[in-house]
């Protein structure tokens, strides 16, 4: 409850006498005085002086005429005896002959600090120090206009109107996000503020008035620009496009309304690395051959008969070709082939160990077949291993070779890598074919038995690493895992799996048309297709998405890495490739 407290004694009985309101006393046995205004001021004169009168007395001091009196009503008479000294009641919290409001109630404190009601409540004005006298209640709010609050002052008044500062007037308070009416753009939204102080969308600028400007849908923003092919438009005044300005080296391209690179700055120029040859794949990067997809693809021999198996060594790629019977070399960095080797029966397999290259020399399924060695660059050819049977794919270490034959059944066998005693690693194999070794096991595929194999390079017993797979056929080996690719016409599959734990093989790549060579570096599994438009792809080891290097190959058979590319034959187009970066 809230109290406005100021007068009280004679002082409150004069303010009641003179407030416009009906008032009753009693006086001496209930006489009564018809009495003016004079009679009210002699009701106060003789509560001030605290007399009391007991005759008659309708002209004495202590009474007053209800007609005269302009003062308030209270329930039960007007108790205005007490003093202006009168204290608190320690049982009502309330001083003696004090005015206050209970809301829209006035009320009086009587002489026995007991609150009374002081007529009915105000109705047309606001309650203010126990009088309707107030346009309002104190401390209560108001909006003056849509985005302005006024705040009513301890004397029932409105105060000054304060504006919401970016927001809304709503119920006497500051509320929403924007002042009604207001307007703006965003995008090409023209939005204007609603009645809650909430931006809402009018309008959204499209066709031939695509652009916002002051929440209007206009052609375009003065001074805003757009691209019209490889040149920039500028926005007039008028709000219309002006004529178009080319964009040109080192910033040919145009991109949201600007001039720029879309492709790769390289010396003052802005090329497509993707496609130029003198900046394949990276700024200064020059490609002998044809630059695609950022990578150089390099034809380093052409008019081969049948380019089959390769290796990569000592700055020269070296390759059997056995419809030639030739094994032949040609430098990385491209140039005239070069042939090393002649007049051999059918040349196959490959492999370099050291500064030594080795080959296979088959005899079309007889046992007049040889092992060979050389030393590069091109030196001459020695046979290391006469009166082999069928020998076919061929892998090295430091201290052995190890071969597959070309029958079936066949059968690994291992030699000693000066020449010596060919020892049989394991026989009776399905036609086993690609051959890989590392520093503890020689690794192969049988063909038909649809098995990867291995063998412990000192001897023992062979064990079988996978089965049930489809045409395995090449595979390779990095001392921690055996990749391998299961090379069906279609469906085939490039496959990994790990030599320490063992387990189930993982796929690498499903879907793949006849995948044949395959070869690994530190991070990714390489392999070829060569069925169709051959392909050559690489995969990261353990799996993840497979990348196309090159595409267009007649058919892509063995292929080989070195640090930076890599290589491969095209046995039906007669070419030896190269691709950088790998």
Known sequence: MTRYKGYSGASLVFLLACSGQAQKASSNGGATSNGDAAGGHAAETGASDGATSSSGGSNSGGSGGDSGCAGACIEGGLDATANADATTSPDSGCVPATLSCDGQQPQFCNASAIWQNIGAACASAACVQGACTGV??????????????????????????????????????????????????????????????????????SGATPACLSAACVVCVPGSTQCSGTGVETCSPAQQWGSSSLCSQPTPDCAQGACTCLETPCSGACVDTQTDPNNCGGCGVTCGGTCALGECVVQLAAQQQLPYSLVVTGGYVFWTDPLASTVSRVSIDGGTPMVVASGLDNPVGIAVEG????????????????????????????????????????????????????????????????????????????????IAVDGSNVYWTNTSGGTVMGAPVGGGASFT????????????ADGTNVYWTNGAMTGGSVMQMSVADGGSPITLASGQDEPDGIAVDLTHVYWSTDTGSGTIVRVPIGGGASTTLATGQDEANQLAVDATSVYWTDSIGGTVMKLTPK
């Open 355 to 434: 500064a030594s290259i080795y080959f296979t020399n088959d005899d079309n399924m007889g046992s007049n077949g040889s092992i060979e060695s050389f030393s590069p660059p091109g030196g001459s050819p020695a046979t290391i291993a006469p009166s082999v049977t069928s020998p076919w794919f061929l892998a090295a270490d430091a201290t052995q070779l190890y071969w597959t034959t070309a029958i079936n059944p066949g059968s690994v066998v291992k030699m000693p890598i000066a020449g010596g005693t060919q020892t049989p690693v394991a026989s009776n194999q399905a036609y086993p074919r690609g």
């Open 136 to 205: 309002c209640i104190p401390g209560s709010t108001q909006c003056s206009d849509p985005s302005a609050v006024q705040t009513c002052s301890p004397e029932g008044q409105w105060g000054a109107a304060a504006q919401c500062a970016n927001q809304a007037c709503l119920s006497g308070s500051c509320a929403g996000t924007c002042s009604p009416g207001a307007t703006r753009c965003v995008g090409a939204d023209a939005q204007t503020c609603n009645a809650s102080g909430q931006w809402a969308v009018s309008k959204t600028c």
């Open 465 to 476: 690493l996978a089965s049930g797979q489809n045409l395995p056929s090449f595979i390779a």
